[in-house]
């Protein structure tokens, strides 16, 4: 017999120094009669094995949530794509219907013909304004923008040069950006 503290058995000293953490490492959870090393090794597999299997699960289930998530978020864009233009569509059908109305009266004054069109001009502006649509109508003198104005032509004038001496059609911005930009002659 080896002086081994005792023990016949190497391997089981071995055992015991490699998990000093979890105290006595060749006995039960219970502390009653000692396990063999090999018994010892199974059941370290066995509950190793039961915690990759409890991640895999948390792992699929974690990637099958963000798939969820990735799919409503495509329905919420696809949406929002389909029925974007639903808030500008309500403001124009009122245009249309005093359009049509106008177009209807057979016999109308000019002045009457004039208050309808009046009338049916602040319904386009309202409609402009609640979907946040503007007019880039730029003042004779104001400074060339290229972001927002489109230059036709260059004349000479008494004014500072690369500033706007004419709008020649008005340009529009949708919640900051230029859906047109606008039209303009520009001081040489």
């Known amino acids: 017999?080896?002086?081994?503290?005792?023990?016949a058995?190497?391997?089981?000293?071995?055992?015991?120094q490699d998990h000093p953490a979890s105290g006595d490492a060749t006995t039960h959870a219970h502390g009653q009669e000692p396990l063999d090393p090999i018994e010892q090794l199974e059941a370290d597999l066995a509950a190793a094995l039961a915690q990759v299997s409890e991640h895999k699960d948390q792992v699929l289930r974690a990637h099958a949530e963000m798939e969820n998530v990735r799919r409503r978020a495509q329905d919420e864009v696809s949406k929002a794509r389909k029925f974007g233009i639903e808030s500008f569509a309500e403001s124009m059908v009122p245009v249309k219907?005093?359009?049509e109305a106008a177009l209807?009266?057979?016999?109308?004054?000019?002045e009457d013909m004039r208050a309808g069109i009046e009338m049916t001009l602040k319904q386009l502006v309202t409609g402009f304004e609640r979907n946040h649509l503007k007019e880039i109508?730029?003042?004779?003198?104001?400074?060339?923008?290229?972001?927002?104005?489109?230059?036709?032509?260059?004349?000479p004038a008494e004014?500072?040069?690369?500033?706007?001496?004419?709008?020649?059609?008005?340009?529009?911005?949708?919640?900051?950006?230029?859906?047109?930009?606008?039209?303009?002659t520009v001081a040489a």
Do not use: C, W
């Not at 017999?1 to 023990?7: D, E, K, L, V």
């Not at 058995?9 to 015991?16: G, M």
């Not at 209807?104 to 000019?110: D, T």
């Not at 730029?138 to 004349?155: E, R, S």
């Open 1 to 7: 017999m080896t002086a081994n503290n005792g023990s």
């Open 9 to 16: 058995d190497p391997k089981s000293d071995a055992v015991q």
């Open 97 to 99: 219907d005093s359009l």
């Open 104 to 110: 209807a009266q057979s016999e109308q004054s000019q």
């Open 137 to 155: 109508a730029p003042a004779p003198g104001t400074k060339f923008d290229p972001h927002q104005h489109q230059a036709i032509a260059t004349i």
């Open 159 to 184: 004014q500072e040069a690369n500033t706007v001496v004419q709008t020649l059609q008005k340009g529009y911005l949708i919640a900051d950006r230029v859906l047109r930009p606008a039209l303009v």
